[in-house]
């Protein structure tokens, strides 16, 4: 179940990206769909129709985020960072140091 609400959240993240560029812009020059819409719908109406667009997934991706953050959260028990550093981390022993190889033959000088 998890795995479909977080297929679905994906989902309407790149909506929610995809729509608010097919915005027109209000004054920078950032929009990359704010032209002429062909005659489509009208300035007005196109606005109107993305911004209640826009609210929509806006809210479906919030809540889907919540219920993400809610499951993840009731799956794990709960735990303290003080009770953690409580514990003694296990002492590791040090290793023995062996020396160096002779070398097999001789070396004259």
Do not use: Y
């Amino acid at each position: 179940m998890v795995q479909v609400l977080l297929i679905v959240h994906l989902i309407l993240a790149i909506a929610l990206v995809g729509i608010i560029l097919v915005q027109r812009s209000e004054g920078g020059a950032l929009g990359i769909g704010g032209g002429n819409m062909g005659g489509l719908m009208t300035t007005r109406g196109s606005a109107s129709l993305l911004t209640r667009a826009t609210a929509v997934i806006a809210a479906c991706f919030i809540c889907t985020s919540l219920l993400l953050a809610i499951w993840s959260s009731a799956t794990r028990a709960p735990s303290s960072v003080l009770d953690r550093a409580a514990t003694p981390a296990p002492v590791q022993q040090p290793i023995e140091s062996t020396p160096p190889p002779q070398p097999a033959v001789p070396v004259e000088r």
